[in-house]
């Protein structure tokens, strides 16, 4: 404690004429801890050092009448281990006076100026003590500004004291923070996060100005703030409301200004760039409450923004994937990621792509495995992806169900392999209730783009664009279905049969839609295709051997080299209803020779056309 007393100013004051002076003494004390909505936490007469910082302390004297009667300062070095208190002790006229007290931290260095202002600004436009509009602790204002800086922490004081009695009055006052303070932690460090790391914080509205007197805040920021500070080190445990969080780091803390009540809330926006520069998280935070000398931690994912992971180049992408939960997404960020084994998708997990960022499978993936992507539970989604197969004969999407809402939207797929008799499909949904593929882009087919097997209830393929390459069975094909499955608006361009597939023994083959069941199993599906786009393919629409109720319209099929909808085998057992069919080309009907009555099991045909009707004996 230093005992040594002086003013900051040595101007004489005018606060009128009184006949008596009265000697006073004054001792302060600050707070240490601070009450915590979570875990206790210590502020900056805990955590600061002693060797860096002295604490700074403030003694303004108001009339009632609202001047300035006198202002002292002390400093107090080893505040923590010599913490004694400070006193503070003169003599004034008789009067009453409000007792504004401010502590805050300067630098330790005697060779400075240690009562100077540092962090904040007691003096705003350096007035001089005698001025008439010089306000002092009245409107202290942020001066160096930065978060995560437990040094910025500062207390404060209001006492009136009545020296218009004889005997010297003595008292003691506590000094309690002006701020709230909040902290933020990640529960998910990403691989190269580095401890150092600068995190950027950005205000839209930060209180800067407060009255010590009033006790209230005077100004904001008008515009946004930003300011960086290191990422700390980690911490190995933290508990929040009873629930105890390992291995988490602490982003970001900062004290903000708050009122004494009701308790307010501030919004901002943090960044932390990875080891590449790029950014490995940001999140925008906002409502976080702020109450006086109370602590709020905001605890959770901090690199999922909305529940989004951003994953990087280098990182584990099967690892981040697989350990998802419902309702959350995963973004690949711009950049090339080779998969070396499957990635397991969970329920309710969407998995999307930033542009630039290409998956592809590696060289060798399909010594090992058959899909990139496994379609593991119910209501996934995949959204923009950029799917590179690498020459692999393997499937970009598969899933083996039972599982049910599959999403794919927004996609691209290429690099399709081929070889001894086998091909690659884009995208193979089996067992799967009313799955949706639209609006995607697939290239250079050595098969399918999209294979539904065994699909139920409302299923959808829709808005595709579907061009080049290769099939040996359906650019789009449906097997064994069941419920009611919509083909529409896809553009399916430039498509030709597979060498490998004989056109003469199974002119089934090679179409741009293959719709195909097995009477003895499936289930009658309503099959709708129609306002699609099928131009330059050997075969425009193939049904065969398919039962239920089939709806062939509105579809614009041009240039195919054989027929633009056929249909085959249909004397096998199969039933056909309500079988419609309309277009301007060619219709092929294809009779199997031990079936001589084939039409025999038709409902309800209606063909319309006016390129007439080739029968074919197979």
Same mark, same amino acid.
């Given at each position: 404690m230093l005992t040594f007393l002086f003013s900051c100013s040595n101007d004489d004051l005018d606060i009128g004429k009184k006949d008596e002076t009265v000697k006073f003494t004054v001792e302060t004390s600050i707070q240490g801890e601070i009450s915590t909505y979570a875990s206790s936490n210590d502020g900056g007469f805990t955590n600061v050092s002693e060797d860096e910082y002295a604490l700074r302390y403030i003694l303004e004297v108001w009339t009632k009448e609202g001047k300035l009667a006198q202002r002292y300062c002390q400093i107090q070095t080893k505040f923590r281990s010599n913490p004694k208190k400070v006193v503070f002790s003169a003599e004034l006229l008789s009067q009453t006076y409000d007792f504004v007290f401010w502590a805050d931290f300067v630098d330790a260095n005697p060779a400075v100026d240690q009562t100077a202002d540092n962090f904040y600004n007691t003096n705003v436009g350096d007035k001089k003590l005698t001025d008439d509009d010089y306000k002092g602790l009245q409107d202290i204002r942020i001066k160096n500004y930065g978060v995560s800086n437990d040094a910025r922490d500062a207390y404060f004081a209001v006492k009136t004291i009545d020296l218009t009695h004889s005997a010297a009055p003595q008292t003691s006052v506590e000094l309690v923070r002006p701020f709230g303070k909040y902290r933020l932690i990640a529960t998910d460090p990403p691989a190269d996060l580095i401890v150092g790391d600068k995190v950027t914080i950005e205000y839209q509205a930060l209180p800067c100005g407060f009255n010590a007197l009033g006790d209230n805040i005077t100004a904001y920021s008008p515009i946004p703030i930003s300011c960086e500070a290191k990422v700390v080190e980690p911490e190995s445990a933290v508990t929040v409301g009873g629930n105890t969080y390992n291995n988490v780091y602490l982003i970001a803390f900062d004290y903000v200004f708050a009122s004494k009540a009701p308790a307010?809330?501030?919004?901002?926006?943090?960044? $932390?760039?990875?080891?590449?520069?790029?950014?490995?998280?940001?999140?925008?935070? /906002?409502?976080?409450?702020?109450?006086?000398?109370?602590?709020? =931690?905001?605890?959770?994912?901090?690199?999922?923004?909305?529940?989004?992971?951003?994953?990087?180049?280098?990182?584990?992408?099967?690892?981040? @994937?697989?350990?998802?939960?419902?309702?959350?997404?995963?973004?690949?960020?711009?950049?090339?990621?080779?998969?070396?084994?499957?990635?397991?998708?969970?329920?309710?997990?969407?998995?999307?792509?930033?542009?630039?960022?290409?998956?592809?499978?590696?060289?060798?993936?399909?010594? /090992?495995?058959?899909?990139?992507?496994?379609?593991?539970?119910?209501? $996934?989604?995949?959204?923009?992806?950029?799917?590179?197969?690498?020459?692999?004969?393997?499937?970009?999407?598969?899933?083996?169900?039972?599982?049910?809402?599959?999403?794919?939207?927004?996609?691209?797929?290429?690099?399709?392999?081929?070889?001894?008799?086998?091909?690659?499909t884009y995208v193979y949904l089996r067992n799967n209730d009313s799955p949706k593929i639209e609006d995607n882009i697939f290239e250079n087919l050595t098969d399918k783009a999209v294979y539904l097997e065994k699909v139920s209830g409302n299923t959808i393929v829709s808005g595709n664009k579907i061009t080049d390459g290769k099939t040996i069975n359906g650019a789009i094909q449906v097997d064994n279905?069941?419920?009611? @499955?919509?083909?529409?608006?896809?553009? @399916?361009?430039?498509?030709?049969?597979?060498?490998?597939?004989?056109?003469?023994?199974?002119?089934?083959?090679?179409?741009?839609?293959?719709?195909?069941?097995?009477?003895?199993?499936?289930?009658?599906?309503?099959?709708?295709?129609?306002?699609?786009?099928?131009?330059?393919?050997?075969?425009?629409?193939?049904?065969?051997?398919?039962?239920?109720?089939? =709806?062939?319209?509105?579809?614009?099929?041009?240039?195919?080299?054989?027929?633009? $909808?056929g249909f085959d085998s249909l004397g096998n057992q199969a039933h056909v209803v309500n079988v419609n069919v309309t277009t301007s080309g060619s219709i092929h009907l294809i009779r199997d020779n031990w079936a001589t009555s084939w039409w025999l099991t038709w409902t309800n045909l209606n063909i319309e056309t006016d390129m007439g009707i080739n029968i074919h004996n197979q």
């Amino acid at each position: 404690m230093l005992t040594f007393l002086f003013s900051c100013s040595n101007d004489d004051l005018d606060i009128g004429k009184k006949d008596e002076t009265v000697k006073f003494t004054v001792e302060t004390s600050i707070q240490g801890e601070i009450s915590t909505y979570a875990s206790s936490n210590d502020g900056g007469f805990t955590n600061v050092s002693e060797d860096e910082y002295a604490l700074r302390y403030i003694l303004e004297v108001w009339t009632k009448e609202g001047k300035l009667a006198q202002r002292y300062c002390q400093i107090q070095t080893k505040f923590r281990s010599n913490p004694k208190k400070v006193v503070f002790s003169a003599e004034l006229l008789s009067q009453t006076y409000d007792f504004v007290f401010w502590a805050d931290f300067v630098d330790a260095n005697p060779a400075v100026d240690q009562t100077a202002d540092n962090f904040y600004n007691t003096n705003v436009g350096d007035k001089k003590l005698t001025d008439d509009d010089y306000k002092g602790l009245q409107d202290i204002r942020i001066k160096n500004y930065g978060v995560s800086n437990d040094a910025r922490d500062a207390y404060f004081a209001v006492k009136t004291i009545d020296l218009t009695h004889s005997a010297a009055p003595q008292t003691s006052v506590e000094l309690v923070r002006p701020f709230g303070k909040y902290r933020l932690i990640a529960t998910d460090p990403p691989a190269d996060l580095i401890v150092g790391d600068k995190v950027t914080i950005e205000y839209q509205a930060l209180p800067c100005g407060f009255n010590a007197l009033g006790d209230n805040i005077t100004a904001y920021s008008p515009i946004p703030i930003s300011c960086e500070a290191k990422v700390v080190e980690p911490e190995s445990a933290v508990t929040v409301g009873g629930n105890t969080y390992n291995n988490v780091y602490l982003i970001a803390f900062d004290y903000v200004f708050a009122s004494k009540a009701p308790a307010q809330t501030v919004s901002f926006n943090a960044t $932390v760039p990875g080891n590449s520069g790029a950014e490995t998280g940001k999140r925008e935070i /906002s409502g976080i409450p702020v109450e006086r000398n109370k602590m709020t =931690t905001v605890i959770g994912k901090f690199f999922t923004t909305d529940d989004i992971t951003l994953i990087h180049p280098g990182e584990n992408a099967k690892k981040i @994937i697989e350990d998802l939960q419902p309702g959350e997404k995963a973004t690949f960020a711009a950049g090339t990621y080779v998969l070396a084994s499957i990635i397991n998708v969970p329920d309710g997990v969407t998995i999307a792509g930033e542009k630039g960022a290409i998956v592809q499978a590696d060289a060798n993936l399909a010594a /090992s495995a058959d899909r990139m992507f496994n379609v593991a539970g119910s209501d $996934v989604t995949f959204d923009g992806l950029v799917i590179d197969l690498n020459n692999n004969v393997i499937k970009g999407i598969r899933s083996d169900g039972p599982v049910a809402n599959t999403l794919v939207k927004n996609c691209t797929f290429y690099g399709a392999g081929s070889g001894s008799g086998s091909s690659a499909t884009y995208v193979y949904l089996r067992n799967n209730d009313s799955p949706k593929i639209e609006d995607n882009i697939f290239e250079n087919l050595t098969d399918k783009a999209v294979y539904l097997e065994k699909v139920s209830g409302n299923t959808i393929v829709s808005g595709n664009k579907i061009t080049d390459g290769k099939t040996i069975n359906g650019a789009i094909q449906v097997d064994n279905c069941e419920g009611t @499955i919509t083909i529409s608006k896809n553009v @399916i361009t430039n498509v030709k049969t597979d060498p490998n597939s004989p056109t003469s023994s199974s002119p089934d083959k090679g179409s741009a839609i293959n719709l195909y069941s097995d009477p003895a199993t499936d289930k009658d599906p309503i099959i709708n295709v129609s306002s699609n786009t099928i131009t330059g393919c050997d075969r425009g629409i193939m049904v065969y051997k398919c039962n239920g109720q089939i =709806t062939i319209a509105g579809n614009n099929i041009t240039g195919s080299a054989l027929f633009d $909808v056929g249909f085959d085998s249909l004397g096998n057992q199969a039933h056909v209803v309500n079988v419609n069919v309309t277009t301007s080309g060619s219709i092929h009907l294809i009779r199997d020779n031990w079936a001589t009555s084939w039409w025999l099991t038709w409902t309800n045909l209606n063909i319309e056309t006016d390129m007439g009707i080739n029968i074919h004996n197979q």
